[in-house]
T-cell receptor
Framework: EDKVVQSPLSLVVHEGDTVTLNCSYEVTNFRSLLWYKQEKKAPTFLFMLTSSGIEKKSGRLSSILDKKELFSILNITATQTGDSAVYLCAVYSNYQLIWGAGTKLIIKP | EAGVAQSPRYKIIEKRQSVAFWCNPISGHATLYWYQQILGQGPKLLIQFQNNGVVDDSQLPKDRFSAERLKGVDSTLKIQPAKLEDSAVYLC?????????????FGNGTRLTVT
């Protein structure tokens, strides 16, 4: 059965810290991996990764995929209180999008 | 570009009542999705449309849930009758096309509380 596992489930850090969120997967036919940020209700798209070793970067956020070890990480540097959210990882296997349960990140001022 | 529009934002109903949600996807997006998200879990796909045809409704509880996408644009999701376990956030999403290289864009969702 296809599955996506995110860790940790929750994380509390202080403003200015750097955090690393993990997403591991076991799927039958990997096509792509997506990261979303969910504040309140609507998930907003962050990154889509298809190739190993190529870092995607947007401001203080970056992500990389390792297709050999079957995981991805999302890094956030110099965290701000506005980064507090649930971060969701999803993997496309064939035409199915398999979602993780998310990591709840809380940034303390 | 305008985002995915959903209404209502919140709905509180009693069990056994019916409820309907509406979604207007991003213009030009062929694929539309309805997800159910229970607190602390990832989104669960209920139904996926490609234009006005259903391509995946394997996890839709068809005895109580129904959805349609007339003319391949707007969509409605209905629950009749509602159960307590239907309390969740219902998210609508759209993408340019169906496939792994077309990210989903989500609406703000509807928080449903069934009492």
């Amino acid at each position: 059965e296809d599955k996506v596992v995110q860790s940790p489930l929750s994380l509390v850090v202080h403003e200015g810290d750097t955090v690393t969120l993990n997403c591991s997967y076991e799927v039958t036919n990997f096509r792509s991996l997506l990261w979303y940020k969910q504040e309140k209700k609507a998930p907003t798209f962050l990154f889509m990764l298809t190739s190993s070793g190529i870092e995607k970067k947007s401001g203080r956020l970056s992500s990389i995929l390792d297709k050999k070890e079957l995981f991805s990480i999302l890094n956030i540097t110099a965290t701000q209180t506005g980064d507090s959210a649930v971060y969701l990882c999803a993997v496309y296997s064939n035409y199915q999008l398999i979602w993780g349960a998310g990591t709840k990140l809380i940034i303390k001022p | 570009e305008a985002g995915v529009a959903q209404s209502p934002r919140y709905k509180i109903i009693e069990k056994r009542q019916s409820v309907a949600f509406w979604c207007n996807p991003i213009s030009g997006h062929a694929t539309l999705y309805w997800y159910q998200q229970i607190l602390g879990q990832g989104p669960k796909l209920l139904i996926q449309f490609q234009n006005n045809g259903v391509v995946d409704d394997s996890q839709l509880p068809k005895d109580r849930f129904s959805a349609e996408r007339l003319k391949g644009v707007d969509s409605t999701l209905k629950i009749q009758p509602a159960k307590l376990e239907d309390s969740a956030v219902y998210l609508c999403a759209s993408s340019h096309y169906r496939g792994p290289n077309s990210p989903l864009h989500f609406g703000n969702g509807t928080r449903l509380t069934v009492t």
